[in-house]
């Protein structure tokens, strides 16, 4: 019986997929800025290159998101020389640009057109607000899903 349970473990844990890239569906998704322009995806990390980035997947309707922001808060007090990237699931423009001033979130911000089920969110499995992940400064994921801003995996890919 534990030999059942090691080998499901095993085999679950293992079937985890973490990508280290973005795929060209993903990079060539496309986002809105704050000016109304859209950008893919590929254009926004090239603007951030060389630098390691937070990305924040969010929303200013989701209470999750909005009770998560004094640690993004700390996160961003503790790790200045980081690019923060919000990536928003508002329902419309207005809401999105709103949340923003409303509640003082500092940062690069995008709006994610293709909402949760385009190339970006099929991508990164997305399931759940709000949503970090780390983008090194190789460019390479290093952390793909953790749901709290003050998870450990998401702090210790900061300090290296």
């Keep these: 019986m534990n030999y059942l349970i090691i080998l499901l473990i095993s085999f679950f844990s293992c079937n ?15 986002f809105i800025t704050l000016e109304g322009e859209e950008v893919s995806f590929q254009s926004i990390l090239d603007k951030y290159k060389g630098k390691t980035i937070v990305i924040d997947v ?3 309707w989701c209470g999750d998101c909005l009770r998560g922001m004094p640690k993004v808060k700390e996160l961003q007090a503790n790790n200045k ?12 423009l207005d809401p999105w640009k709103k949340g923003i001033e409303k509640y003082n979130v500092e940062g690069e911000h995008y709006f994610m057109k293709s909402g949760w089920k ?28 953790v749901i709290e801003a003050n998870d450990k995996k998401l702090i210790a890919a900061l300090k290296k």
Excluded: C, H
């Design 16 to 30: 985890i997929e973490k990508p280290t890239q973005f795929n060209e569906k993903a990079l060539n998704d496309t």
């Design 118 to 145: 385009g190339a970006f969110g099929k991508f990164i499995k997305l399931d759940w607000i709000p949503r970090y992940m780390v983008v090194n400064e190789a460019s390479e994921i290093v952390v793909f899903k």
């Design 58 to 60: 969010w929303a200013s």
């Design 81 to 92: 020389d980081v690019v923060y990237l919000f990536l928003s699931l508002d329902r419309g």
